[in-house]
């Protein structure tokens, strides 16, 4: 008897040096030493500049009946060779062909949380504006008796990251009573 429990007593105590070799190698920490405080500490990215950003908007694919723009997204792309991050609720301004320090700004009222997000180089975000829908034909009407507006561009800002002139890809920006819904910029592209 004395025999197979000494085969015993010396396969666990190959087993247990077997498990602390792959734990030391896994960690990198051996047996009987302290781990180290870490001295290193990650800088976050940069906001992103206007300069990084191309920004591009459509007509969202879920917006509310009517015949003016109803809902539209728009994206920002980095255009530069660093990750930055954007974060926030857009400001926004219908424009005409001139200048963008000269437009109407819009109400807008913010829905949702914001979170930061981490843009890599030619990575994207998303923000969505739903707008005081037009209704009817030709010029159109407002249910609330105001002149519809209509801008080819609109200067949507985010904090810290400028401001940006952009056109909807398939026509004019046209809305009712100078009020808009916004979510905050997102990772996740809204329809």
Request: charged share 10%; aromatic share 4%; net charge positive.
């Amino acid at each position: 008897m004395r025999h197979s429990n000494s085969n015993g007593i010396r396969r666990a105590a190959l087993a247990t040096t077997a498990v602390t070799a792959v734990a030391a190698a896994v960690t990198g920490i051996l047996p009987g030493t302290a781990m180290a405080a870490s001295t290193t500490t990650s800088t976050p990215p940069p906001t992103c500049p206007a300069s990084a950003l191309q920004v591009s908007a459509r007509q969202a694919v879920h917006r509310p009946v009517g015949t003016g723009t109803g809902a539209a997204v728009v994206q920002f792309t980095n255009v530069s060779r660093r990750t930055c991050v954007l974060k926030g609720h857009p400001t926004v301004a219908g424009a005409g062909n001139g200048s963008p320090a000269h437009n109407t700004p819009l109400k807008v009222t913010r829905t949702g949380g914001a979170a930061t997000v981490t843009i890599r180089p030619h990575g994207k975000a998303w923000v969505k504006l739903t707008f005081v829908q037009v209704h009817g034909e030709a010029d159109g009407y407002c249910v609330s008796g105001r002149t519809p507006a209509a801008y080819p561009t609109m200067v949507i800002g985010l904090p810290h990251s400028g401001k940006h002139q952009v056109a909807l890809n398939d026509g004019w920006w046209a809305e009712c009573d100078n009020k808009v819904t916004a979510t905050p910029v997102s990772a996740v592209k809204p329809s």
